[in-house]
C-alpha cells in the first residue's frame, strides 16, 4: 500500500510561538518553514509515499514546499487545524476515491524515510491508525486506509483522543524521528540529537540553543 500524506501547516507568521525562549519574532518563521521543507521532503522520499498533500494559506510555504513536489491545498475551511485535514484529505480522494490518506504533522524534521515506511506499513494493518509523539500525549500521524474516514482529533490530549475515536496505536521502536515533534526548545534539541534536515539544521545554527554544544 502506498500512501497520500496530508501535512497542515499554519501561516508562517503565527507558526511556533512556543519557540519563543529558543528563537526570535523574526527567526521563528523561517524555523518553521525550514521544519515544513524537512518534513516534507523526507516523506517524498519514502518509498511507501505516492505523494504529499500540504493545505495551508501561507503564499511563502506554499511557494517552497510545491517546489519540492507537494501538492498544495488551499484551507478553504478556514475551521482550525482537524477541519484542514478532513478538507485535505476529501480533497485527494476526490481524484483517488481509493487511496490510502494519512495526516503527517509538518514539525518533524529529524524525518527519515526509512522510519516512516515502517509506520505506514504498520498502519497498513488497521483500519485507521495513530503514532503517538515522543511526549506520549500528541500524535504525529494519523492514517485511514482506503474506504475509512481520517476523522482526525488534533490537539489537546489527541492521543487520547484518537485512541478514544477507534484509532489503533502503532507502538512501534525505532521510529524515534517519526514520533519527535518540534513545539519547544527542548523538543528542537531533541530533534538536533536525532540529525534534522539541511534546512533546519542551516537556521539552527544561528541560534543559541541551551544544552547544544557551544552555548
Wanted: glycine share 8%; with cysteine.
Amino acid at each position: 500500500m502506498r500512501w497520500t500524506l496530508v501535512v497542515p501547516l499554519k501561516p508562517l507568521a503565527r507558526a511556533k510561538s512556543r519557540l519563543s525562549d529558543t528563537a526570535a519574532d523574526g527567526v521563528r518563521p523561517g524555523l518553521a518553514l525550514a521544519f515544513a521543507q524537512d518534513t516534507v521532503a523526507a516523506a517524498l522520499a519514502c518509498a511507501a509515499v505516492r505523494d504529499v498533500a500540504v493545505v495551508t494559506d501561507d503564499v511563502l510555504a506554499g511557494r517552497e514546499l510545491a517546489a519540492l513536489g507537494a501538492r498544495i491545498v488551499p484551507d478553504e475551511p478556514g475551521g482550525g487545524l482537524n477541519a484542514a485535514l478532513a478538507h485535505a484529505a476529501a480533497v485527494v480522494r476526490a481524484h483517488r476515491p481509493a487511496c490510502a490518506v494519512a495526516a503527517l504533522n509538518a514539525d518533524l524534521p529529524a524525518l527519515r524515510p526509512l522510519e516512516l515506511a515502517r509506520v505506514l506499513d504498520a498502519a497498513a494493518e488497521f483500519p485507521r491508525a495513530f503514532l503517538a509523539d515522543a511526549a506520549a500525549i500528541g500524535t504525529t500521524l494519523l492514517a485511514a486506509s482506503p474506504g475509512r474516514e481520517l476523522r482526525p482529533a488534533f490537539g489537546t490530549d489527541s492521543r487520547a483522543r484518537h485512541h478514544a475515536s477507534g484509532a489503533v496505536e502503532l507502538c512501534l521502536s525505532a521510529v524515534e524521528s517519526v514520533r519527535q515533534d518540534v513545539d519547544t526548545g527542548e523538543d528542537l534539541r531533541a530533534a538536533l540529537a536525532l540529525g534534522v534536515g539541511p534546512r533546519t539544521a542551516a537556521v539552527a545554527a544561528g541560534l543559541l540553543i541551551p544544552g547544544q554544544p557551544g552555548t
